[in-house]
């Protein structure tokens, strides 16, 4: 496999963050991609990027007219700095535009959604199907007593009647706040009182690597603590015997059976609340991120065809649970709003064996593959016989999204996944961001690995000192947007001052997302990662998700953590926790090796102090790696703050026995 070329030049210095990892390989896309794509070439994407730059509201504007307004805006976009409302005095109705717009022609018998249950079981839901379900669920929901912006919380595994909820939310003006269904029965309650929410949606139980995951249980011991809720409606998924509260548990098949399928959709204000979201938690507490209904709604529709080049013809599949934004955003909404079908997958990707994602993508004949980073490398470790024992050909584009991608993993799922013949969409956003902002066009933009690339037409983000102001070239520092977006987050629910202090105070006049990047000479953006994970080493400011890159390029490596802890000589020392491919074994040579490899790829400045091997790293459960846990343990502190998004507790344990292997 090619080598990423060492990179030798000496560093940048600038005053924020040094980037010293240097990535030189330019992928075009392939021309028969090109040839076919919604946007053609590098010359149209920048024609198009220069109108959107010179008048942003224009161009939202057209793409906002390709959705049924049931009346039309007055005024594109209210600007009272931070808060934005897009497509003002405009009403409109987002279930309405996912679905009873795509009855009127042939697209109604068209698969809307092609389901798949872990353990197997099957189902297909059509517009017009899914249409009549969604109506009928949303009058259950008014029979519950849910009104126009009254809060649902929904709790559920990946099965269909997981996005018929949120549509028929969206019916009748509700807000779904979705609590992924891996969190605890604390951080359910945590989220349902914050929200105060009226009804929960729930299931029995959900499958995960063959066994039920008890979501019932769980959600009877949070209502134990939620004085706002009056209803649950519960779908039968197991099958296994739950408690039912009399009086206000109700299961959701009875409550359909005599639920009409009439239901006028409410013309909403564009600003009417949609949804609330708490965020991954990678850094702290999880904030409860509120996106509304006309602005959402175009960024994520239009964003969805532009850089998904979705086609009628496509079978799409974005493998995040809709617990998170990208689910929101892409396996919902963005999606459906394009009238496209859209794969649901319920389970683990190593259910009944490692290949289960590439026996999808042949049965289905996916198309489009949508994924993260952090699952790529996964199959990295798990090995290329996985994909390789299946027909991966109807595959034409590939995503990454939630991570920076090192270039290793990148070059990785081009070469087995792609078979070099699609391209890759590295798409930055945020659960804030409500949609994509920094991503290539398929068909148009050059891919460099690693790199996310430019700002989507009408986005206006830049890399600036802690001043705000612009950083040369290839200089690190902070990432920011400098204009509203239509898909921006609106508020923290409930809490206007903390959302103001938390994303525009930081930089002055400035959106902060919180991450560090660079930008090269061709103006594409290589995200650094945070800003709190950035090190100060001996004076030099060091990303650690660059030395991460340097230690996956290297053979045995399979993932990397890289934190900084004190040190009374250097100010900060570098710690690696390293997992280790399948085969390879830990040793002190090893790490000697792994040292001098990182002082090769990208300079001595950057060789870890110390280099520990580990089994896994702790993660979010949307899987992230949680740094600030990582510097506790490399610190040898006691863990301290949030830590209710970690997916396994017994790896900070297992971290802190590893010591020094
Ligand atoms: P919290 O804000 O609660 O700490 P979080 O930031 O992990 O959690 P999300 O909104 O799910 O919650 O994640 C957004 C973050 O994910 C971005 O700020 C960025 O750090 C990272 N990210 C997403 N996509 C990319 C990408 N393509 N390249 C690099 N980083 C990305
Ligand atoms: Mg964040």
């Known amino acids: ?140 929901l008014k029979e519950s007593g849910v009104k126009k912006g009254d809060r649902v919380a929904v709790y559920m595994p990946m099965i269909p009647e997981l996005p018929i909820a949120l549509l028929a939310c969206a019916r009748i003006g509700a807000v779904h706040s979705v609590v992924f269904g891996g969190f605890s029965a604390d951080a359910l309650r945590d989220r349902i009182n914050d929200a105060k929410a009226k009804v929960l949606i729930t299931s029995d139980g959900g499958w995960r690597r063959g066994t039920a995951v008890p979501l019932k249980q769980m959600a009877d011991d949070a209502m134990k603590g939620t004085p706002t809720i009056t209803r649950a409606l519960v779908v039968k998924r197991i099958g296994e015997p739950v408690h039912m509260q009399e009086g206000r548990d109700y299961w959701w098949h009875e409550a359909m059976e005599d639920a009409s399928a009439v239901c006028p959709p409410e013309k909403l204000d564009s600003e009417h609340p949609l949804f609330i979201l708490y965020t991954s938690g990678s850094t702290g507490k999880p904030k409860g991120v509120l996106h509304t209904t006309g602005g959402y709604l175009t960024h994520v529709a239009h964003t ?49 064996a490692n290949d289960r994602f590439w026996d999808i993508i042949e049965r289905h004949r ?140 930081e930089i002055p006049g400035m959106y902060f997302a919180g991450d560090g990047a660079r930008r090269d000479k061709d103006g594409y953006f290589w995200v650094l990662g945070r800003i709190d994970d950035v090190m100060n080493v001996a004076g030099h400011r060091l990303s650690t998700m660059e030395i991460e890159s340097a230690l996956v390029s290297h053979p045995d490596v399979a993932e990397a953590a890289v934190v900084g802890r004190p040190d009374d000589m250097k100010g900060t020392a570098i710690a690696a926790f390293v997992t280790l491919e399948g085969s390879s074994k830990a040793s002190e040579n090893l790490k000697k090796v792994l040292r001098d490899h990182v002082a090769k790829e990208i300079g001595p400045i950057a060789k870890p102090d110390e280099i520990r091997f580990t089994d896994s790293l702790p993660k979010t459960r949307s899987g992230k790696i949680m740094r600030r846990l990582l510097r506790d343990i490399a610190s040898g502190k006691a863990t301290v703050g949030d830590t209710t998004t970690l997916e396994d507790y017994s790896i900070l344990a297992r971290l802190r026995e590893s010591d020094e292997v």
């Not at 042939?106 to 517009?127: F, Q, S, V």
């Not at 995040?320 to 955003?329: E, F, K, L, N, Y």
Request: with cysteine; glycine share 8%.
């Open 1 to 140: 496999m090619a080598r990423k070329p060492a990179a030798k030049s000496p560093s940048t210095s600038t005053p924020d963050i040094e980037s010293i990892l240097k990535e030189k390989r330019v992928l075009k896309p392939p021309a028969e991609f090109a040839k076919k794509a919604h946007i053609r070439s590098f010359a149209e994407h920048k024609k198009i990027s220069k109108a959107a730059q010179r008048n942003p509201q224009a161009y939202w504007a057209r793409a906002a007219k390709e959705l049924d307004w049931f009346k039309s805006w007055k005024k594109v976009l209210d600007w009272k700095p931070p808060f934005a409302k897009w497509f003002v005095g405009g009403k409109i109705n987002i279930s309405h535009n996912c679905l009873d717009r795509h009855l009127e022609g042939w697209r109604r018998n068209k698969a809307a959604i092609l389901w798949e249950g872990e353990p197997g079981d099957r189902r297909t839901y059509t517009y017009q199907e899914l249409h009549r379900e969604v109506c009928k669920f949303a009058n259950v």
């Open 304 to 352: 969805a065809r532009l850089i998904f080049d979705l086609k009628d013809e496509d079978t799409f599949w974005c493998t995040a649970d809709i617990g998170w934004v990208t689910g929101h955003s892409y396996v919902v909404y963005g999606l459906l709003a394009n009238g496209a079908t859209s794969v649901m997958y319920e389970g683990a990707p190593n259910h009944p």
């Open 366 to 505: 996916v198309t489009i593959l949508y994924t993260a980073p952090t699952a790529i490398r996964t199959f990295m470790k798990w090995g290329d016989e996985w994909p390789n024992k299946h027909d991966l050909s109807s595959l034409r584009l590939l995503g990454t999204v939630g991570e920076p991608i090192n270039p290793e993993a990148w070059m990785w799922y081009h070469r087995v996944i792609g078979k070099k013949r699609c391209p890759i969409v590295d798409t930055w956003w945020q659960t804030e961001t409500g949609g994509i902002l920094i991503t290539p066009l398929p068909g148009a933009v050059p891919a460099k690995p690693g790199s996310c690339t430019l700002p989507f037409p009408g986005i206006d983000a830049d890399v600036v000192t802690k001043d705000g102001k612009s950083v040369p070239p290839n200089a690190g520092g902070f990432l920011v947007l400098k204009r509203p977006w239509p898909g921006m987050l609106r508020t923290i629910y409930g809490d206007d001052a903390r959302y103001k202090q938390q994303y525009w105070s």
